[in-house]
């Protein structure tokens, strides 16, 4: 039996497929839990193949998780929660933490024991490993892992069909790391209605890879030179996520606001102009964009923050250091004082805007007056939100051979002195808000009975007392109080200027 794939032109011979099966532990996944293996589950009872997804890393790694279940839907293979009942097991990697290679091959260890448990009970499963170790070790991970049967980079996922069948072909392994000239988004089906459906916010990525090559990155090596997509076919994305009931959209790119997307007019659209077009879109109310760079904040993008109320006053943008010195060691292309004043331009243009960014301690070469320099910039800024990292070694990096690497106590104590700083500021800020009233957009049931969850436009999780209509809808809320991680508030009925 031969299928043709929508949206695609590969052609799948089904019969050598794992035989279809019927899953009745079919369930759909929340959004709170995007990380657990897919967002849409067919119906109970219809006939399907078990695909188990675990993903790892960032929300781009979600969002790409999300297409492979797409693209292998036409195939019969619909999500299941445990690996056990899956006849297809796709681990999603991430290579930005540390010793991220030897992770992948200690997980692969634990699925191996299960595909060799459902081989015993005549159930083949195929193991793909995909994502940016797949990409970074390609061959290595065949080598120390034989049972693997697929592996492929994040820019191929839309032949993933056709490796299945390539695989169960040749009945060995198939390998897919290249970075194919034509863009994955052009050749994947659409997002399904229902992967969004009852989502009240959504991830889209929007571009992809980074041509910055930061010293101690292994982004350029592992997702290619940077790319865009088409506006159009963002547009489109955009608008069958409203329509599905999603009211807020994260876009998202390892240089997002880098976007150069090819407009309907022909001319290259910046991500400014793509939030203008976005926020006209029916339902639509809100838009943030995630991973920025401080270079490509242009003025455009920052009178949009001006100008546009559908995008949130909420911006991560990583400085990493504010050493000049390590700034430019990492070859990051701005000093801390250009990252000041563009703070001061965003919130002149946007006064409520609440920043957050990343950083790293350690990076090869940083002093005491280094460390320092970062801890004053954290001081002028003021951060509602941050994560930090001790630098640690990715092979192949510029700063990898680096001289001066910095020993792990000094790297210890660092980050421990910073993170102290940044909860301060988080708290404060945080502290800052209650009193406010402010827009929420409501995502869902919070965990007590009669209590909904929702987001503030800063990103902070909002508890009230409401009814579940308030699903999918932003309404005032005055905010009573902060816990650790959220807040409380009660409903008012108009939004009283903050
Ligand atoms: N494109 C974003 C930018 O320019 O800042 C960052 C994307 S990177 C995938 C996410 C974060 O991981 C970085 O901002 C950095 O703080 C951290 N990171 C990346 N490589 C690292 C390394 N070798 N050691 C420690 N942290 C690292
Ligand atoms: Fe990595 Fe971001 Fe630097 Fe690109 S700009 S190399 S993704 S840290």
Redesign the pocket.
């Given at each position: 039996m031969v299928r043709r794939l929508a949206g695609t032109s590969a052609t799948v011979t089904t019969d050598l497929l794992p035989p279809l099966t019927h899953n009745a532990d079919a369930r759909t996944y929340g959004s709170e839990s995007p990380q657990a293996g897919g967002a849409e589950i067919g119906p109970a009872h219809a006939p399907t193949r078990g695909l188990h997804m675990i993903t790892w890393g960032?929300q781009m790694n979600v969002y790409d998780s999300a297409r492979m279940t797409d693209v292998l839907r036409p195939l019969g293979y619909a999500p299941v929660e445990s690996a056990s009942d899956a006849d297809m097991i796709i681990l999603n990697t991430c290579h930005?933490?540390?010793r991220a290679a030897e992770k992948v091959f200690s997980e692969l260890g634990r699925l191996r024991l299960i595909k060799e448990e459902r081989k015993a009970d005549g159930r083949p499963t195929v193991l793909a490993v995909a994502g940016c170790v797949a990409q970074a070790e390609g061959e290595q991970i065949l080598k120390r892992a034989p049972y693997v049967d697929i592996v492929l980079g994040p820019q191929t996922y839309h032949r993933l069909p056709e490796m299945v069948a390539r695989a169960a072909r040749a009945g060995g392994s198939v390998i897919d790391t290249d970075f194919p000239a034509e863009q994955k988004f052009d050749f994947l089906p659409e997002v399904a209605a229902p992967q969004t459906q009852g989502n009240v916010t959504a991830f889209l990525t929007v571009q992809e890879g980074?041509d910055?090559f930061?010293s101690?990155?292994?982004?350029p090596y592992t997702r290619g030179a940077e790319a865009s997509r088409a506006v159009a076919s963002v547009l489109a994305e955009a608008r069958r996520m409203a329509e599905s009931g999603v009211r807020e959209i994260t876009l998202l790119g390892?240089?997002v606001n880098a976007y150069h997307g090819e407009g309907p007019d022909g001319r290259i659209w910046g991500l400014a102009r793509l939030a203008e077009a976005l926020s006209s879109i029916p339902g639509l109310a809100r838009i943030r964009y995630t991973?920025?760079?401080?270079r490509d904040m242009g003025d455009d993008l920052i009178a949009a923050h001006r100008d546009l109320p559908a995008l949130m006053p909420f911006l991560h943008l990583?400085?990493?250091s504010g050493s000049d010195t390590i700034l430019k060691a990492m070859n990051?292309g701005h000093t801390a004082d250009e990252y000041r004043s563009l703070v001061e331009k965003l919130r002149t243009a946007r006064p409520d805007i609440a920043l957050s960014s990343?950083?790293?301690v350690g990076?090869p070469g940083e002093t005491d007056e280094d460390f320092e320099a970062t801890m004053a910039l954290i001081r002028d800024v003021g951060f509602a939100q941050a994560?930090?990292?001790?630098?640690?070694?990715?092979p192949g990096?510029p700063?990898a051979g680096a001289p001066r690497q910095i020993a792990e106590a000094v790297k210890d104590d660092r980050l421990q002195a910073l993170q102290a700083l940044l909860r301060e500021q988080q708290d404060a800020f945080n502290a800052s808000v209650v009193g406010l009233t402010a827009p929420v957009l409501f995502t869902g049931r919070g965990r007590k009975p009669g209590q909904m969850v929702g987001r503030s436009p800063w990103l902070q999780p909002v508890h009230v007392d409401g009814p579940d209509t308030l699903i999918g809808v932003e309404r005032p809320v005055r905010l009573d109080a902060r816990f650790s991680n959220s807040l409380a508030g009660t409903l008012v009925k108009e939004c009283a200027p903050t």
């Open positions: 960032c930005i933490r540390d980074c910055k930061c101690f990155c292994v982004v390892q240089n991973t920025s760079h401080p990583p400085v990493q990051r990343d950083f790293i990076h994560y930090s990292f001790k630098y640690s070694i990715r990096t700063a």
